[in-house]
């Protein structure tokens, strides 16, 4: 059975950082790329990055671009983000999928990154 | 506002069928498939179909979608009260970032 399972979140000072961890399983992870999706309080969903299956390639959504970072390390079936520069309006429940090459197939809970002075 | 566009709320009644729209524009939609998710309150998004029209095992098949151009739509008959959900459509776009619509509350009266 296939499994996402999120950690990292908490509550973080404005301009700090913080890394959230997606620790997957039930599947061969090197054979797909992997989403972190995000989603404010009481709002919509809103895509972060992608990584390739191999980590040749990432992208990033316009309002993280610089200071969020996607990355994966296949030996241990994780992807990571790496968040500097935190803002309030970065406070959301953060979710990992997996990529099915235009569409998410399997998602994680959550971890929930609270920017609060 | 999100890129594509979905209406804040639908609505219907019991064993109805409702719509739910979604609108793009060409260079995301218009070019990619979309995909269509549930979100229960408290709950991770699931997928409901991708590919524009195609349902993953386990999906019933009161849920049904599909695209024209730039526009999108999920279609759900014999509504049920366990349907309450927010639903959301995805593409990528051009730049191959992915772009989700800003959801739609349905309401089963």
Redesign the interface.
Same mark, same amino acid.
């Given at each position: 059975q296939v499994q996402l399972v999120e950690s990292g979140g908490g509550v973080v000072q404005p301009g700090r950082s913080l890394r959230l961890s997606c620790v997957a399983s039930g599947f061969t992870f090197r054979n797909f790329g992997m989403?972190w *999706?995000r989603q404010a309080p009481g709002k919509?969903?809103?895509?972060v990055a *992608?990584i390739y299956y191999d980590g040749s390639n990432s992208?990033?959504?316009d309002s993280v671009k610089g200071r969020f970072t996607i990355s994966r390390d296949n030996s241990k079936s994780t992807i990571y983000l790496h968040m500097n520069s935190l803002r309030a309006e970065d406070t959301a429940v953060y979710?990992c999928a997996r990529d099915?090459s235009?569409?998410?197939?399997w998602?994680?809970?959550?971890t929930l990154v609270t920017v609060s002075s | 506002q999100s890129v594509l566009t979905q209406p804040p709320s639908v609505s219907a009644a019991p064993g109805q069928k409702v719509t739910i729209s979604c609108s793009g524009s060409s260079s995301n939609m218009g070019n990619n498939f979309v995909s269509w998710y549930r979100q229960f309150p408290g709950a991770a998004p699931e997928v409901l179909i991708y590919d524009n029209d195609k349902r993953p095992s386990g999906i019933p098949d009161r849920f049904s979608g599909s695209k024209s151009g730039t526009s999108a739509t999920l279609g759900i008959t014999g509504l049920q009260t366990g349907d309450e959900a927010d639903y959301y459509c995805g593409t990528w776009d051009s730049s191959l970032i992915v772009l989700f619509g800003g959801g739609t509350k349905l309401t089963v009266l």
């Open positions: 989403h *999706v919509g969903l809103e895509w *992608v992208y990033y959504a979710y099915r235009r569409w998410t197939d998602w994680g809970q959550g | -």
